[in-house]
C-alpha cells in the first residue's frame, strides 16, 4: 500500500495489542513526516537505525535490496514482539521505503501506577500517530498550554528504559537474523531538540540516529 500510494507524504501506522490498538484485530492506519535516527545494514541490503535525539526509543529499518527483504526483517522482528508479549507500534513512510518499530510500555505503566496523575488527566493514550508526532488533546487547558517540552514528557513516558530497550534491541537482531556493526555512523538531521532522558549519538556518530549494522 505505502508502495504504491507512491508518496513521500504518506504514512501507514500499526498499533499492537497492549500499545492502545482500538479494536482486538490486527489492522493498520494511515496519514503524513520526518525525524532524526542512528544506522545498521543487513546482507540483504537493509539498514536498521537506532533513534538516538527523540523521547520514544525505536529502530527505522530502511529499504534494502528489495522491499521484499525490507518487509521480511521488519515481520520478523514484529513476530518476536508479538510472541513475547512486547506492545510495539509501526509507522511506514516514504512509499515503503523506511518503518519505525517503537517497542513502549505505557499502558503496562498504566496498569503499575507508575505514571503521573497529570498525565492520566490528559486522556491521551500515546500510539503510533501520538508517537510519531500527530497528537490530539482532549482538554482545552491541555491546549492552550501544548509546548514542546509537554508533548516531549508525555511521550518519554512511552519508551522503555535505555538498558530494556537494549535487551529487546538484542532479541529483534537475532530473530531478523541481523549482526550489529562495530562502527555506527551519524544521521546529518536533527530537527529535533535534545533530552538528557533520551539516548543520543556520540560525537563521532552522526546526530539523531545510530547506524547500527
Sequence with gaps: MAAEAASPYFRLGYNSLGAFATINHL???????????????????????????????????????????????????????QEN?????????????????????????????????DLLDTQVNPAVWEISGHIVLKRRTDFEEASEASAWRLLAEVSLSEERFEEV????????????????????????????SVPRASSHMSEGCLVLQ
Design 27 to 81: 489492522h493498520f492506519q494511515a496519514p503524513t513526516k520526518k525525524i532524526p535516527l542512528a544506522k545498521c545494514a543487513l546482507n540483504s541490503g537493509v539498514k536498521v537505525s537506532k533513534l538516538t535525539n527523540f523521547p520514544v526509543r525505536g529502530l527505522v529499518f530502511e529499504r534494502g535490496n528489495t522491499l521484499k527483504d525490507l518487509a521480511d526483517v521488519v515481520t520478523n522482528a514484529c513476530i518476536w514482539l
Design 85 to 117: 508479549n512486547v506492545p510495539f507500534n509501526v509507522l511506514i513512510s516514504d512509499s515503503g521505503r523506511r518503518i519505525f518499530v517503537f517497542p513502549q510500555c505505557y499502558a503496562e505503566k498504566q496498569a503499575l501506577g507508575e505514571v503521573s496523575q
Design 169 to 196: 534491541k538484542a532479541c529483534i537482531f537475532e530473530a531478523t537474523g541481523l549482526t550489529e556493526s562495530d562502527e555506527e555512523e551519524e544521521s546529518s538531521e536533527s530537527p529535533y531538540a535534545s533530552s538528557s
